[in-house]
């Protein structure tokens, strides 16, 4: 079935700031700029300040929610489900897992590449996966767990480049790009907790995904910005590298700003781009599917990955190719994106109809996936 100009649209959209996402939080990142006081420039190394931008982004989709919803009631016939009501608060325990796990992530991205900071945040379903099975009581399926396996692989083929490329780069040094590497997968981890929190207590509450990504930005966004009080006053040694060698200095962010304003303008690229990539996401999947929305997010990495070498931010490494490679795959038999294809070969159709049998919630697995994944973006 051909896509019509706004199916077409939507997942131009998706893809186009997917992408523009990662790629204007690394562009912040090369700036360097003077700070508050008289002395050389240094790198825009503001990991929280950055985090903060994404989740107003987030919290931008509650106005959109809203503004769709007092839309949809004027119309004739209402057709939008705004979601039964429930207690925001339900909300603060995996904002508050997405605020930590987006904050590595940023500091991350500080010390590795940017292909690198998409490709390895594919290991979310080996531990979303690991932790369905322990807390929900789900049962994966064989190809499953062949993905979280061919994952794993994918994983170390791509922390492998990222070792070899690391020798001579000018830009990061190879024990930062392996400790970002680290950070990244360990952000995983509270990414996947994220997930199997609002499945297990949120979404069983019907709550529309605009208004679940709106509430959870919300929650991180003021959170987090008052966090960067006493963020200042820590001293954390060489681990940071703003001047005053504090965990987040954002007086200093902001006077950079003023000195570069273009790195203004990358942080607003990433706070749009969320907010917009996450309207899009949701779209996706109402006027297409819910693999559809996968398959673009696995080609977001593609394009990421081809942009970042077109600019000269990295180097072409044939072992980031295989790693991709195997990530797609890997994802691809977790997401069951392989079932259609054996569903035409006759000899094939027995086997996926028997795997689908195996689990029976994969329709509601697909659904509670695809909502928790409009959060935790960067």
Same mark, same amino acid.
């Given at each position: 079935?051909? +896509? ?9 959209? #998706? ?11 690394? +562009? ?16 825009? $190394? ?7 931008? #994404? ?8 106005? /959109? ?17 705004? @979601? ?12 508050m897992c997405d605020m930590t796990a987006t904050s590595i992530m940023y500091v991350a991205l500080n010390m590795t590449s940017a292909s690198s ?11 979303? @996966?690991?932790? %369905? ?61 994220? #997930? /199997? ?25 003021? /959170?987090? %910005?008052?966090? *960067? ?23 200093? =962010? ?20 969320? =907010? ?21 997010? %696995?080609?977001?990495?593609? /394009?990421? +990955? ?6 000269? +931010? ?18 691809? *038999? ?14 094939? $159709? ?21 909502? $928790?994944?409009?959060?935790?973006? %960067?």
């Amino acid at each position: 079935m051909a +896509w019509t100009k706004y199916q077409l649209f939507l997942a131009g959209l #998706m893809l186009t700031t997917g992408s523009i996402n990662t790629l204007s939080a690394k +562009w912040a990142d090369m700036f360097s700029a003077r700070g508050c006081h008289d002395g050389p420039d240094h790198g825009f $190394a503001h990991p929280f300040v950055q985090a903060v931008g #994404m989740f107003l982004g987030e919290f931008s989709c509650l106005a /959109v929610f809203y503004i769709l919803l007092c839309h949809d009631r004027r119309s004739p016939v209402p057709r939008m489900n705004p @979601g039964q009501s429930f207690n925001p608060l339900l909300f603060l325990p995996p904002a508050m897992c997405d605020m930590t796990a987006t904050s590595i992530m940023y500091v991350a991205l500080n010390m590795t590449s940017a292909s690198s900071f998409q490709m390895l945040r594919g290991a979310v379903i080996i531990f979303t @996966g690991l932790l %369905s099975v322990a807390f929900l009581g789900r049962r994966l399926a064989a190809s499953q767990w062949l993905g979280i396996m061919i994952t794993i692989l994918g994983l170390v083929i791509v922390g492998l480049a990222d070792f070899f490329s690391g020798h001579g780069d000018d830009t990061h040094k190879l024990s930062d790009v392996i400790t970002g590497d680290l950070l990244i997968i360990m952000a995983q981890v509270i990414v996947s907790v994220q #997930m /199997v929190l609002e499945e297990k207590f949120v979404y069983k509450h019907d709550v529309h995904p605009l208004r679940a990504v709106g509430t959870e930005g919300f929650f991180g966004f003021f /959170v987090l %910005s008052l966090l *960067l009080i006493p963020m200042y006053f820590i001293h954390v040694g060489d681990f940071s590298n703003n001047p005053r060698h504090v965990l987040e200095d954002a007086l200093d =962010a902001f006077c950079q700003i003023g000195h570069q304003p273009l790195i203004l303008l990358a942080l607003l690229g990433n706070t749009v781009s969320i =907010a917009f990539f996450n309207f899009a996401g949701i779209s996706v999947t109402k006027e297409i599917s819910a693999t559809t929305r996968m398959v673009l997010d %696995s080609l977001r990495t593609l /394009v990421i +990955w081809v942009v970042s070498l077109a600019l000269g +931010w990295e180097q072409f490494h044939g072992l980031q190719v295989l790693g991709f490679l195997v990530l797609l795959v890997g994802t691809a *038999l977790y997401n069951g994106l392989h079932r259609p294809l054996l569903a035409r070969i006759p000899c094939c $159709a027995g086997m996926v109809n028997t795997e689908e049998e195996s689990s029976p919630g994969e329709r509601e697995r697909l659904l509670n996936d695809d909502k $928790a994944q409009t959060g935790g973006e %960067s």
